[in-house]
């Protein structure tokens, strides 16, 4: 059965001290008020907190996932973190391909399959993101775009590979904007894409994989876009950093 999902990602936020506080108080307001999500719930703190966020969900069915790894496992790339490192502190899960590591990092899809590959090496889940930049969707281009980002990178994976990745579908212009994309323009982007998954690799694999809407997601519009048939949930920033928000937009 496809998985409904949701995903903070917090980006450069929260200290050691918020991101525990956050995750602790999440943990409890969710067991004892018993908060009825029926969803695959996932926070992506930052690095150097992985790991203390992780001992905490541990036995819960909430999951951790980090943001980024490089394209090695080791050796001298000062400053960078691997698969190697993550998967030695548990953790599952990273982000790869998201807009701003493509432009503020210079990750195009060639490092982007590399990074695929050395995920899938150590067993890592992946949540691949795509979309199209505001001018690509004024010239009509949205659709070749995403589909050229994932031709060059998850289509070179096996369909057995493939049953290691959410897709996020996250139109740059709705990024941190304010900006979402209406419920139809995201339902007929994800149509899409399970269409391509289709054509790749048949019936079982486009039903079942999981394709997520990112862009100024919030507890008023979550609601109708998650509502629609393509849309399997969400990868949220900024509205999941606000703890009452984050608890609404798990409920929508
Ligand atoms: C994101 O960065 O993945 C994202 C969707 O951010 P926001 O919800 O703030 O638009």
């Given at each position: 059965?496809?998985?409904?999902?949701?995903?903070?990602?917090?980006?450069?936020?929260?200290?050691?001290?918020?991101?525990?506080?956050?995750?602790?108080?999440?943990?409890?307001?969710?067991?004892?008020?018993?908060?009825?999500?029926?969803?695959?719930?996932?926070?992506?703190?930052?690095?150097?907190?992985?790991?203390?966020?992780?001992?905490?969900?541990?036995?819960?069915?909430?999951?951790?996932?980090?943001?980024?790894?490089?394209?090695?496992?080791?050796?001298?790339?000062?400053?960078?973190?691997?698969?190697?490192?993550?998967?030695?502190?548990?953790?599952?899960?990273?982000?790869?391909?998201?807009?701003?590591?493509?432009?503020?990092?210079?990750?195009?899809?060639?490092?982007?399959?590399?990074?695929?590959?050395?995920?899938l090496k150590y067993g890592l889940n992946i949540i691949f993101c795509v979309g199209e930049s505001d001018l690509e969707r004024s010239n009509n281009k949205q659709f070749k775009i995403v589909q050229n980002q994932l031709t060059e990178t998850v289509f070179h994976c096996t369909s057995d590979e493939i049953k290691s990745f959410y897709i996020a579908y996250e139109p740059i212009w709705a990024i941190g904007t304010g900006k979402t994309a209406t419920s139809e323009q995201a339902q007929t982007m994800h149509k899409f894409i399970r269409s391509l998954f289709l054509e790749k690799y048949g019936k079982n694999i486009s039903n079942e994989i999981s394709i997520l809407y990112g862009g100024s997601i919030n507890d008023i519009n979550a609601k109708n876009l998650f509502y629609q048939k393509d849309i399997d949930g969400g990868l949220v920033g900024n509205s999941s950093l606000n703890l009452e928000k984050f608890l609404k937009i798990i409920q929508s």
């Amino acid at each position: 059965m496809r998985r409904k999902v949701i995903i903070a990602n917090w980006k450069m936020n929260y200290d050691f001290h918020e991101t525990t506080y956050f995750i602790r108080n999440f943990l409890r307001i969710v067991f004892e008020k018993k908060i009825n999500h029926k969803k695959e719930i996932i926070i992506a703190p930052s690095f150097p907190f992985l790991h203390i966020s992780n001992q905490i969900l541990q036995g819960t069915t909430l999951n951790i996932a980090a943001q980024n790894i490089h394209q090695k496992n080791k050796g001298s790339y000062t400053g960078e973190i691997s698969a190697y490192m993550l998967k030695s502190i548990g953790i599952q899960k990273v982000i790869l391909g998201h807009s701003e590591r493509r432009e503020f990092f210079l990750e195009k899809n060639n490092i982007l399959l590399e990074k695929i590959k050395i995920a899938l090496k150590y067993g890592l889940n992946i949540i691949f993101c795509v979309g199209e930049s505001d001018l690509e969707r004024s010239n009509n281009k949205q659709f070749k775009i995403v589909q050229n980002q994932l031709t060059e990178t998850v289509f070179h994976c096996t369909s057995d590979e493939i049953k290691s990745f959410y897709i996020a579908y996250e139109p740059i212009w709705a990024i941190g904007t304010g900006k979402t994309a209406t419920s139809e323009q995201a339902q007929t982007m994800h149509k899409f894409i399970r269409s391509l998954f289709l054509e790749k690799y048949g019936k079982n694999i486009s039903n079942e994989i999981s394709i997520l809407y990112g862009g100024s997601i919030n507890d008023i519009n979550a609601k109708n876009l998650f509502y629609q048939k393509d849309i399997d949930g969400g990868l949220v920033g900024n509205s999941s950093l606000n703890l009452e928000k984050f608890l609404k937009i798990i409920q929508s």
